[in-house]
Nanobody, 122 residues
Framework: QVQLVESGGGLVQPGGSLRLSCAAS????????MGWFRQAPGKERDFVAA????????HYADSVRGRFTISRDNAKNTIYLQMNSLKPEDTAVYYC???????????????WGQGTQVTVSS
């Protein structure tokens, strides 16, 4: 079992930056692949980024590639999502998730946090 808690969301102007964190507790965090997803009002939860157990492999959605960076610190049981050049369409609740292998598919992740709101607006 893994418990996940996101933080770092907030209101930012277009073109600005935010860094999200996801702190994990529970067993064997370092063995899990991790992912970030987001859900805007009235829309499905969409894949944003994922990272394998040791940080050596990453995947990104086309919409964020080149602007967002996922990373992890297994010593701190934490993953991060650095978000730069933010756009209004990035507005959503952002969730972190843990699963047995790196994937872009929502249903393949077993554990989820409660989410943190990111709002990009002037």
């Amino acid at each position: 079992q893994v418990q996940l808690v996101e933080s770092g969301g907030g209101l930012v102007q277009p073109g600005g930056s935010l860094r999200l964190s996801c702190a994990a507790s529970g067993r064997a965090f370092g063995s899990y692949a991790m992912g970030w997803f987001r859900q805007a009002p009235g829309k499905e939860r969409d894949f944003v980024a994922a990272i394998n157990w040791n940080g050596g492999v990453t995947h990104y959605a086309d919409s964020v590639r080149g602007r967002f960076t996922i990373s992890r610190d297994n010593a701190k049981n934490t993953i991060y999502l650095q978000m730069n050049s933010l756009k209004p369409e990035d507005t959503a609740v952002y969730y972190c998730a843990a699963g047995p292998f790196i994937t872009t598919i929502t249903s393949h992740f077993d554990f989820w946090g409660q989410g943190t709101q990111v709002t990009v607006s002037s």
